[in-house]
């Protein structure tokens, strides 16, 4: 979807605040890979996977407002630097202080806290395993991982090992086909998005295999030419 689409859809949704409020303020939306453009991917993979549950689990409530302000805020401000607990602590006080004093909706301690609870699920490594999770909790952390399928996800990968400290190149394609490897937790989230994640892993391989096969020195590093 195009940004004017994900905005349309957090209009349509009535988290046009949010939206707004994550593109202007996010301090981490220029970061190499947790930027704007990974925030937004997961906004709108979270709203396909919402989508295609409530076609699929039409009996099933699925709690969409809290799914989608933790699409948003999820990474917000997130720093390499720091440890994955302290950023996903930043993102919950951001969300907080955001809903207090500048979101439109009347604030509720509730909703808070289950868009925070949320956000908690995507902490790398994971503090909760898959057998745990919610079902809003198992759609937020596919969407997470989602952008691994898009044809974009070249430039996303570079930026990932950039902000994992420019590893070699070798190990960054091997990392890159790891988090590429396998299917996500969903069966609605493999139908939309898992032959194109095969697509991807299946070039890291083969990047890989001319890169080892061409390259002197395999384990030089990546190239920081900021």
């Not at 919402?50 to 699925?62: P, Q």
């Not at 995507?122 to 759609?139: A, C, F, R």
């Not at 989602?146 to 960054?172: C, D, R, T, Y």
């Not at 697509?199 to 900021?226: A, H």
Request: glycine share 4%.
């Amino acid at each position: 979807m195009s940004t004017k689409d994900l905005f349309e859809m957090s209009v349509k949704f009535g988290i046009a605040d949010s939206f707004v409020f994550v593109v202007m303020q996010n301090k981490g939306n220029t970061s190499p890979y947790h930027n704007l453009q990974h925030l937004l991917d997961v906004f709108g993979t979270t709203c396909l996977i919402i989508e295609k549950c409530e076609h699929t689990r039409k009996e099933t409530v699925i709690n969409s407002f809290a799914l989608m302000e933790a699409s948003l805020f999820h990474d917000f401000g997130r720093s390499a630097c720091n440890a994955d607990r302290d950023n996903v602590a930043y993102a919950c006080a951001i969300y907080r202080q955001f809903r207090k004093e500048f979101s439109k909706r009347p604030y509720s301690e509730q909703e808070v806290l289950e868009v925070c609870s949320l956000i908690t699920s995507t902490e790398w490594p994971y503090v909760k395993s898959n057998e745990e999770l919610s079902l809003e909790e198992t759609i937020l952390r596919d969407a997470d991982v989602v952008p691994s399928a898009h044809e974009n996800f070249l430039a996303q990968a570079i930026g990932l090992g950039k902000e994992m400290g420019n590893p070699s190149v070798s190990k960054w394609l091997r990392q890159t086909i790891e988090f590429n490897s396998g299917k996500f937790l969903l069966p609605e989230t493999n139908e939309l998005f898992f032959e194109k994640r095969k697509e991807n892993t299946l070039f890291f391989s083969v990047l890989l295999d001319c890169y080892e096969s061409s390259i002197q020195n395999p384990e030089q590093r990546i190239l920081d030419t900021d």
